[in-house]
Structures are given as structure tokens and as C-alpha cells.
């Protein structure tokens, strides 16, 4: 063993599809320096039974972009690296049983488009022109995805593995991990050939990444599913055809009914996604197994029976196909499906490239977005959607197991805008949940909190069908007319719990802050809206800052960023000063509209002449409180920032005094139609990696004046060349529909834009977009058209100011 690497820059725990590609992506960058540990062969995990299908239809922007990248990728991996590939290019259809599966193949088509990909909607002559041994007569139309497929997933991993081998990275195959270890600024890799001292460790050890992620106090929020597929032998007239027109039939998805059909050879391979699945590995008499290298889980085909007799009625000639083999294997799962890529949270110069769904079709694509996090600290993409910050450290055990459950039996299912999975709910609740509750609150979960969607009146149907639509005028549009009108005439309040708060202390911190947001730092007293840049000039994230002293600051964000925005700060802080996450002790309410002073002066003690961007503390309802004046609603308003024990007190003073005033408790759905309203951007929607601040339209908030600032150069140097695109506010005539994100903007025949964000803006009358548009084209009054579900509509660009209160009165009345 005298040749076993005692260093290396980076170590990947993890030989399959995922781990080859990380170890591939991070050679093409530069970092040859760089040891695979496999505890067996390569493939022994969930990449040697996978079925090995490379779709790029995605309904997420950047899982798209990932997995079209994978496919243009392995189009060419063979020859690149001179190894044998069977990749077959057989196209796919997906079936639509109902118009609102049309709708979202009709959005992927326009969003397919975009990445430069020519995806189609078929009628059902179409299909059964491409399919011609398919039973049509109940189907309204099916997408076409030329570029879908089929690869050897051995195949793949060993050409990924020999193209790393080429530049000079190193396998070392039957040698597991055994443990990790921190000494100084090295991690210390254990293995029973050695150690290996790294700069970096990346944990790509598939359903195993919940093992390697004790090793670095990391709970991995992931579960282990068992997934059926069945091999069928050959049939004579897919033969016959096959011969014909020289290649296979297209893959084919009926995904409302929940299963894929392949051609495999000459005969069919076939995989359900069930309601009635399984989990593995979660109960005393089925424990999690040292090793399960190259094994299967005994078949279990009376749960697919369904699924069985549905695809024989959709191809009558699977029927007569002979059943050969049944592949039952593990497939891990995170709560939301997507896979974790990114830095591990709260671990320094440790990465996740784990818990893939679908390895295969994802490798290629999360190969290069993981090299870009380990090489450049920044992805091409924003990578969002499988950053593992994006889980937070309240997902259970049990909660991954009812969440892995609940994806993979709507594996296919379509995303509604207001529609809310039920299964993993109530995990944080408010203080105030049960008068929300008795109120008529229909809630959603962000970040597990609990929080009021919009609140339902006698008669509103609140059933899951009620919900599960893509139009707009759903049972909930009358009641959030109604709460956005209550803050447009009254008052209303809404219950926010979950925001995501640090306080930030030490000597020289506010100089440490001015030098990571693009703005100025607010006056001791005051309020500021923070933008972060990284180092390109992209937008990072958002936060408001309240100065509470010389060099002590109160950081406030998303729920949902709470993990991100604490690595981000963690990750640049100077030493000396010490930053503190305060966000399980407070929680938030939105008291906003005209009569909102009036109301807070009624049980409050506060001095409510105080201006806008202004902060206090102050007593409500006889509890001590933090008030800043400040609204995301866009009206006269204060966010009430309690202690979790006082805050049934401040809502039952505040709902008490402002009811006969016609106060209403709103829900997320109006604060969405109020802030569009305004102008008022999304973290991960309008805000994100995606667009540099200055496309975003923030240059009011860069103090060009400062000796430095993180992104600066970047911003400079963009600013100097000319911004290409950037953010609007488009007014849509958009019939009854609002439009999804990533929604296409065009000037003629000709795509110029993208909305990211789009709802119905009750105070105003009308659908508004937010987004970013062509400079050339961003003027008030220019017409454009944006394309939902497949069809334009006509929209005109807006002045650079809110829509509501252009000047700001109402707010700093």
C-alpha cells in the first residue's frame, strides 16, 4: 500500500454515477488532485440497478438546466474519453389525460425553449404517429422531448471514471471510508489502507448519505425507498418495427396514471411509481445494512398490479409479452425529491452530491454544478432547488419518511401554485396557530412553520381538488380579494412566524457589514434594506438590518434562508466578532394598512410618530416588543417582533382594538397580490444567483462611494459595459391564468425576457409580473407579449416605481 494517496485536495466519498461526475467535473476544472473512495466496486450502490433513463423535462428552471446539460454531455462522453457508451436517443412522449397536464407540458415546452431546446405538444393522431402501438382515445395530447433516452449506467460511470483517471485523479476501488476527523484546517479521511489528509470532502455516498453524514455531526434529511421495475422479453411486432424504421420506439411516460414504458431490446421495460409504496430500512425488523453492494429487495409485484393492468389497457401488446426479471432496488429520497448538491450546512470545506432520485439522468449536470461550488464557491445556475441549506434541521426522521413517501407516490404529479402536500404538516407552529385556526386559516409550511395562506369563508371550498388547478379564480381569490381590500381600507394583520434572525456584535462589525452589502449601513436607530453580492455581482440574498448600536446589528430574512444566510455570514466573518441566531426565540406580526396607527395606539405605549425606517421597543397588550416601521405589504404598518411566549397576547390586544376598525387577519396569498403591487422582490424567485444586482434593478442600494464592497469590480465593470437585461414590472392581460415563473416575455417572434414572479394585484385590478427584460425594451409603455401555458398575451411595461403609492405616501403616512 505504499502507493496510497496520503493527500489530496479533494476526496469523494461515493462511486456511482453522481461521485464519478463530481470527480470528472472537478478534473475539467483544474483540480486533478483528487482521490474517489469506493467501498466496493464502482456502481455497487443504487447506480447498478438503475434503469438508466435521461429525461430533460423538468417543471424547475434549474433541475432542467442541470439535466439538460447532462444529456448534451453524454451525447458526447464516449468519444471524449474513448469508451464504449450505449446511449440510446429515442425521444419520449408524455401523456396528458387532462387539460391541466397540457397546461404544465405547455409551460415546460416554453421553458425548454428558452434553454435552447425544441420540445413539442403533440394531439393524439400525433402520438400515435410516433407511438403506433398506443391506445389514444382518452388523451387530450402529449409532450415530445427529442433528446430523451437511455444510458448503461455502468457504462457511464466508467467513462466519467476513465476521463478523471485520464487527468490524473485517482480511484481507489474496495476501500471504504471508515470516519472523518477535523485537525486544524485539514480534513483527515479514514480508511483501512490509511488516511488521507484533504482540503475538501464531498459526501456522494448515495442511500449510504445518511451514514457519512454522522461523521460530520450532519443529520442527512433522507429516506430509502423501494422501486419496482420489470423487465419484459421480446415481442414480435416491436421487433418487426424496430427492423422497419431502424430505432427504438420513443419512451413512453403516462404520468398520470404513474408508470414509464421503455423499449428494452425488443421488448418493454416497465416502472410504476405506486401511492401504495415502500420504505426500506425503517423499522426494527428491516434495519439499515452494513453493506448492500450489488443487492436487491425481494420482488413485491401485487402492489403494482394497478399500474400493471393500466399500461397492458394504454400498449394492448404488453400483454403478450413474457415477464423475464423484476428489479426491486433502494432509491433514497429527500423530503422534496431533489437531490442534495452544495455545502454541507454548518460544516466547513465539506460538500453534498447525495440522495439522488433520478442519478442518472442528474449526474452529468451535478458533476459540474458541485465542481463549480468547490472550485469558484458559486454556481453557473442558481442551484436553489438542491442546495442542501435549503433544509434546516427540523426534518426528523419521521418526516423524511412521510415526505420520501409522499414524492414517490405523486412522482409525476403536477405542482399547482396554491395547492399544499399534506403529509410531514405541523411540525412549528405559531403561538397563535389556534386562533388562526379558529379564524379560517388554510396554511402552508415554510421552513415547517405553519403560516395562514389565506383564511376561507362559510362556504369556500378548501378541498385538495378545490386547489389543484393552474386558474386563478379558485375558492381562495374572493377571500384574498376581501383581506387585500381590509389592508387597502383598514387594517389587516398577519402572522409571520419563522423569520430567520442573527444579531451581529463586536467591535469594527459595522465596517464588516459595509464591506459585505452593496449599500450603506443604516444610522444607530434606523432600518435598511441589505443586498449581498458575491464576487460576480450576483444577488446572494436580502436582508433588512436594524442598527441597534455603533457595532451591534440585528439581521432579519427569510424563514427559508435561515441556514443559507447563517453559513454565508459564518463563512465571512471577521474574528472578533461573534454573530447569534435568535431565531427560534421570536416570532413576527404585520399589522399594515390606514388604520394601523390608530390601532397600535389603542394597546401600545409606543411613540407612533416615529418615521418610516424607523425602530423601537415598545410594550403591546402589556408585553415588551420590537417595532419597525417598515411594510412588505406597501401600506402605513409596523412588523411587531415578539418574544414566542408574549405573542398570543399582542395578537389577542391588536385583534381585539382593530376588529370594530375593520382589521382583518391576512394570509401569504395577499401579502404576495400586496407586494407585487409594489414592486417588492422574492428571495429565490426575483432575487437570486440568477441576476447580478444591477439586472435586478437595486442600484439604488450600491454606494458606489465606498472603498470596497464584495461584488464591486464585478458591478463596475458591468455597469461600465452596459446592464443587457433588466428587472420590470410588466402589466399582463392574462385571461385566467397567472403566469408561472420562468414565464417567457416576447417582442414579436423573438424571446426577450422572463417573469419571476407573476400574481393578481387586487388594489390595482390587474395580473403583474415582475421580471427581466431586454434593456433596449425595458421602457415604459413598450408592448410585449408573455407566453402562459403556450399561448401570449399582451402586457406593457411599467414605469420603474410601484404600481400602488408610486410616491411612497401611504407608507410613510
Known amino acids: 500500500m505504499s502507493d496510497f494517496p496520503k493527500t489530496a485536495r479533494v476526496v469523494i466519498i461515493g462511486g456511482g454515477a453522481v461521485g464519478a461526475s463530481s470527480l470528472y467535473h472537478l478534473c475539467k476544472a483544474g483540480w486533478t488532485d483528487c482521490v474517489l473512495l469506493e467501498k466496493n466496486e464502482l456502481t455497487a450502490g443504487s447506480t447498478w440497478h438503475a434503469a438508466g433513463n435521461v429525461p430533460t423535462f423538468s417543471s424547475s428552471w434549474s433541475i432542467m438546466n442541470m439535466q439538460r446539460y447532462s444529456a448534451e454531455l453524454y451525447r458526447g462522453l464516449g468519444d471524449a474519453v474513448d469508451y464504449p457508451m450505449n446511449y440510446n436517443v429515442t425521444g419520449s412522449i408524455r401523456l396528458a389525460h387532462t387539460q391541466e397536464r397540457l397546461q404544465e407540458f405547455q409551460r415546460v415546452v416554453g421553458m425548454g425553449r428558452y434553454q435552447g431546446m425544441d420540445l413539442k405538444i403533440l394531439t393524439p393522431d400525433q402520438i400515435a404517429e410516433v407511438y403506433p402501438f398506443i391506445a389514444t382515445h382518452d388523451l387530450v395530447g402529449a409532450l415530445y422531448d427529442p433528446y430523451d433516452g437511455d444510458i448503461d449506467p455502468a457504462q457511464l460511470t466508467q467513462a466519467l471514471a476513465k476521463g478523471a483517471r485520464q487527468m490524473g485523479a485517482r480511484i481507489e476501488r474496495f476501500c471504504p471510508a471508515t470516519g472523518v476527523r477535523r485537525e486544524g484546517d485539514e480534513w483527515v479521511v479514514e480508511t483501512h489502507k490509511g488516511d488521507i489528509r484533504c482540503e475538501v470532502v464531498v459526501n456522494a455516498a448515495g442511500y449510504y448519505a445518511r451514514e457519512v453524514g454522522k461523521w460530520f455531526g450532519r443529520e442527512v434529511p433522507m429516506m430509502v425507498m423501494s422501486h419496482q421495475y420489470m423487465l419484459f422479453d421480446t415481442i414480435p411486432e416491436v421487433e418487426a418495427r424496430t427492423k422497419e424504421v431502424g430505432h427504438k420506439l420513443p419512451l413512453l411516460r403516462d404520468v398520470d396514471s404513474s408508470y414509464y414504458l421503455r423499449q428494452e431490446k425488443n421488448g418493454f421495460n416497465l416502472g410504476p411509481y405506486e401511492k401504495n409504496c415502500k420504505a426500506h430500512w425503517v423499522t426494527k425488523d428491516d434495519p439499515f445494512p452494513e453493506d448492500f453492494s450489488f443487492q436487491l429487495f425481494p420482488d413485491d409485484l401485487e402492489r403494482l398490479e394497478w399500474y400493471i393492468t393500466d399500461a397492458m389497457a394504454r400498449v394492448p401488446l404488453l400483454e403478450t409479452a413474457p415477464l423475464t426479471k423484476v428489479i426491486n432496488g433502494p432509491i433514497p429520497y429527500t423530503p422534496d425529491g431533489n437531490p442534495l448538491i452544495g455545502p454541507m450546512p454548518g460544516v466547513p470545506n465539506a460538500f453534498e452530491a447525495c440522495v439522488f432520485t433520478f442519478g442518472i439522468c442528474q449526474a452529468g449536470g451535478a458533476g459540474k454544478v458541485l465542481a463549480e461550488w468547490i472550485t469558484q464557491g458559486a454556481t453557473e445556475w442558481d442551484m436553489w432547488s438542491c442546495d442542501p441549506r435549503r433544509f434546516t434541521g427540523f ?173 454565508w455570514l459564518v463563512a465571512h466573518l471577521d474574528a472578533g466578532l461573534s454573530l447569534t441566531d435568535e431565531t427560534t426565540e421570536w416570532s413576527t406580526q404585520i399589522l399594515t394598512g390606514p388604520k394601523s396607527r390608530e390601532i397600535l395606539a389603542a394597546v401600545s405605549d409606543a411613540d407612533l410618530a416615529k418615521g418610516w425606517l424607523t425602530f423601537q421597543t415598545a410594550q403591546v397588550g402589556g408585553a415588551d416588543v420590537f417595532l419597525m416601521r417598515v411594510s412588505f405589504a406597501g401600506e402605513l404598518g409596523w412588523e411587531i417582533h415578539s418574544k414566542v411566549a408574549d405573542t398570543a397576547r399582542v395578537w389577542d390586544a391588536v385583534l381585539a382594538a382593530g376588529t370594530p376598525m375593520g382589521l382583518k387577519p391576512f394570509g401569504m396569498f395577499a401579502l404576495n397580490s400586496l407586494r407585487l403591487e409594489k414592486g417588492y422582490r422574492a428571495w429565490k424567485g426575483d432575487l437570486s444567483t440568477d441576476y447580478s444586482v444591477l439586472q435586478g ?60 414572479s407573476g400574481y393578481y394585484g387586487h388594489r390595482v385590478g390587474a395580473c403583474i409580473g415582475l421580471g427581466m427584460l431586454r434593456a433596449d425594451l425595458n421602457l415604459p409603455g413598450q408592448a410585449v407579449e408573455v407566453e402562459i401555458f403556450g399561448q401570449r398575451y399582451p402586457a406593457v411595461v411599467q414605469a420603474d416605481a410601484p404600481l400602488w403609492d408610486a410616491k411612497n405616501e401611504r407608507i410613510r403616512a
Not at 464591486?712 to 392581460?733: H, M, N, P, S, Y
Open 697 to 756: 434593478g437595486l442600484e439604488r442600494f450600491v454606494d458606489w462611494a465606498k472603498p470596497d464592497f464584495r461584488g464591486k469590480a464585478a458591478l463596475a465593470a458591468e455597469k461600465q459595459a452596459g446592464v443587457a437585461k433588466r428587472f420590470c414590472t410588466l402589466v399582463i392581460d392574462a385571461g385566467d391564468q397567472d403566469p408561472p415563473y420562468m414565464s417567457t416575455i416576447w417582442e414579436g417572434d423573438t424571446v426577450v425576457g422572463e417573469v419571476t
Open 395 to 567: 426534518e426528523d426522521q419521521d418526516y423524511c419518511i412521510a415526505k420520501g413517501m409522499e414524492v414517490y407516490g405523486h412522482e409525476y404529479a403536477i405542482q399547482f401554485p396554491h395547492y399544499t402536500w399534506p403529509e410531514g404538516r405541523d411540525k412549528k407552529l405559531s403561538a397563535v396557530h389556534d386562533r388562526t385556526t379558529a379564524l379560517g386559516a388554510q396554511f402552508g409550511a415554510y421552513n415547517g412553520w405553519e403560516r395562514a395562506l389565506w383564511y376561507a369563508r362559510i362556504g369556500d371550498d378548501v378541498s385538495a381538488k378545490g386547489s389543484q388547478t393552474w386558474a386563478r379564480n379558485g375558492a381562495w381569490f374572493g377571500a384574498v380579494r376581501a383581506e387585500c381590500e381590509a389592508v387597502r381600507d383598514a387594517a389587516g394583520i398577519l402572522d409571520l412566524p419563522g423569520f430567520s434572525r442573527f444579531v451581529l456584535k463586536g467591535d469594527g462589525a459595522a465596517d464588516w457589514l459595509a464591506r459585505q452589502i452593496t449599500g450603506k449601513v443604516p444610522n444607530v436607530g434606523r432600518l435598511g434594506l441589505a443586498y449581498f453580492a458575491d464576487d460576480k455581482g450576483r444577488i446572494v440574498t436580502e436582508m433588512s438590518v436594524a442598527r441597534l448600536g455603533l457595532d451591534e446589528l440585528l439581521l432579519i430574512t427569510a424563514a427559508t434562508a435561515q441556514a443559507h444566510d447563517r453559513d
